[in-house]
């Protein structure tokens, strides 16, 4: 009974209850006893016991047992809620310390997560985050002070990748971070955007003029060799400018100029480093403009294809001519391929106008062979086209459908062409010679490395460049590239076109020294088919 009284005191106690209720009613269930204790213990003592002497000594008793049991019923009362004030300490400790754990895992995330949004992992440079921050507090703090913004990539990167992967490529990222936060020093920013790209801020205060030249002087510092994987690897960057105030008043406006500048350089050959002008907007405007045009070319029947003779020096007659693709729109009339072909290039859309130009000229072949014409055209390749992994097989269905005879085609590539991807290039070229075709290498001696290539390519036919043909000043002049040129192309058992003949004595020259074929405006311009001057072509000895 005692030990259920104690319960329920207890769980009373342990109630939600504040401090002054708790003594409220510890010391209400002291005064309940209290009384109950003297009424019915000194009731029982008056029933049972008449001798006064007994009688106070049992009351002495009496209040001694009292004071034990009262004693110890306020031990257990006070040892429960003092084990409960334990138990709740040990748990506020454990708990503290939890606590203090989480705040240093909450503390070191909070500086991962930092170091995530404002600094590029594998560099350790800025990220762009913190570049754009970097330029707003520079805005904030120093808005009449000259900032110059650099935005730049390494030149041709994917090669890097592709030929020894991304662990070789990011070798590269940080050894070109570092040359970057060593030649822009103190208190220039360098940072990441991501990739190859990199923003360098320039705090110089340098007039507008004058930060070109010094932009262009560091960045020849970074125009050389790295070794990487053992191999060395020569690398040269492209870099757009732009400045604060004369460019752009924030960030954004700031990144979207160099950006543009950038673009500009890549399109004039890489390796450079150009400036921003408002007319780069306009420009690129222009070519958004026109590549979208551009894209319904085809549907709308805008594009045509002429045809340009190729002279055979020996037989005086045009057995081959080169298909080039003209755009007649409707509103802006002809539109020169200088203008979008390089549009195309960059779009992608090259490869659309490629299968359109094949496809029409194997048209034409057929339709010539009807009029008894023995003749072959050459169709151009880009990079694009030659290393698309679905060149072939559709290839082979084109070339099925039209039933023709492989060998009055002649693909002409360029050195450019197949220099971004070279062994995969001959193995294509290879495919492309097994299945019949001709193959002429276009504008041989403008590329670097034509000599290095000429003897690995299965080639049939070298086209000199028109610049060399510019070069001829009189009838027997010798010209020493034309004629080592040709002499070396005989050798390899090639047959050789001299591009750009335009003139009598240009002819004369280059059947002096030895050539095989002319092609240029002395023989005919491009041209429609119907407008060809069909008397030099060359018949076919059982026309259809």
Same mark, same amino acid.
């Given at each position: ?10 769980t ?32 029982f ?87 754009a ?21 390494i ?16 070798q ?12 822009a ?18 705090k110089n ?7 070109? !030249? +010094?932009?262009? $002087?560091? *960045? ?6 790295? /070794?990487?994987?053992?191999? @060395?690897? #020569?690398? =040269? ?21 160099? !950006? +543009?500048?950038? $673009?500009? *350089?890549?399109?004039?050959?890489k390796?450079? /480093?150009i400036?921003?002008? @408002?007319? #780069?907007? =306009? ?73 359109f130009?094949?496809k ?122 034309i004629?080592?040129?040709?002499e ?38 491009p ?18």
């Amino acid at each position: 009974m005692f030990k259920k009284y104690f319960h329920r005191v207890s769980t009373e106690l342990n109630r939600d209850k504040s401090p002054l209720k708790n003594s409220l009613f510890i010391i209400t269930q002291y005064l309940i006893i209290g009384i109950l204790w003297i009424f019915f213990s000194d009731l029982f003592l008056k029933l049972f016991v008449t001798d006064i002497e007994k009688l106070d000594e049992l009351q002495t008793l009496k209040g001694i047992l009292y004071v034990l049991i009262t004693g110890l019923m306020f031990y257990l009362i006070i040892k429960k809620r003092m084990d409960l004030y334990a138990d709740t300490i040990d748990e506020l400790r454990i708990s503290i310390t939890e606590l203090e754990k989480t705040n240093h895992t909450l503390s070191v995330l909070e500086s991962q997560l930092y170091d995530l949004a404002y600094y590029d992992e594998l560099t350790g440079l800025l990220s762009r985050n913190m570049i754009a921050r970097k330029v707003l507090e520079h805005i904030e703090h120093s808005p009449n002070d000259i900032l110059g913004f650099v935005y730049l990539d390494i030149d041709d990167f994917k090669h890097v990748n592709e030929l020894k992967g991304h662990d070789v490529g990011d070798q590269l990222l940080i050894q070109i971070a570092n040359e970057l936060k060593e030649i822009a020093g103190e208190p220039h920013i360098v940072g990441r955007l991501g990739g190859d790209e990199f923003v360098v801020i320039l705090k110089n205060n340098l007039h507008r003029d004058l930060l070109l !030249d +010094m932009i262009k $002087s560091h *960045a020849s510092k970074i125009h050389k060799s790295f /070794i990487l994987d053992g191999d @060395e690897y #020569f690398v =040269s960057v492209s870099a757009g400018v732009a400045s604060y105030p004369h460019d752009g008043k924030d960030y954004k406006t700031l990144l979207k100029c160099a !950006d +543009m500048a950038l $673009s500009i *350089a890549k399109q004039k050959g890489k390796n450079q /480093i150009i400036l921003y002008s @408002e007319v #780069f907007g =306009s420009e690129l405007q222009k070519q958004t403009d026109l590549s979208n045009l551009l894209n319904h070319s085809i549907t709308k029947k805008e594009l045509v294809v002429y045809y340009q003779p190729i002279y055979n020096l020996e037989s005086n007659k045009v057995r081959s001519v080169e298909a080039l693709i003209r755009w007649n729109h409707p509103t802006r009339g002809l539109i020169p391929p200088m203008e979008f072909i390089p549009v195309a290039e960059r779009t992608g859309f090259i490869k659309d106008l490629t299968w359109f130009v094949l496809k029409e000229s194997l048209s034409q072949i057929i339709a010539w062979e009807k009029e008894g014409y023995d003749m072959m055209i050459s169709v151009n390749l880009s990079a694009r086209v030659l290393n698309d992994a679905s060149f072939l097989s559709k290839l082979k269905r084109v070339v099925a459908e039209h039933k023709i005879l492989t060998h009055k085609c002649i693909f002409e590539i360029t050195e450019s062409s197949i220099l971004e991807h070279i062994e995969e290039s001959i193995i294509t070229l290879n495919e492309l010679r097994a299945m019949g075709f001709k193959l002429s290498l276009d504008d041989f001696g403008t590329g670097y490395s034509s000599l290095t290539y000429l003897q690995r390519l299965p080639l049939h036919v070298v086209k000199i460049d028109r610049g060399f043909t510019r070069q001829v000043k009189f009838d027997n002049d010798q010209n020493p590239l034309i004629k080592y040129t040709i002499e070396l192309a005989h050798a390899l058992g090639l047959k050789v076109v001299v591009e750009g003949v335009e003139e009598v004595y240009q002819l004369k020259a280059v059947k002096s020294m030895n050539a095989d074929f002319i092609q240029g405006y002395h023989i005919a311009r491009p041209s429609l088919p119907d407008e060809l001057d069909k008397t030099l072509f060359k018949k076919t000895e059982n026309p259809s």
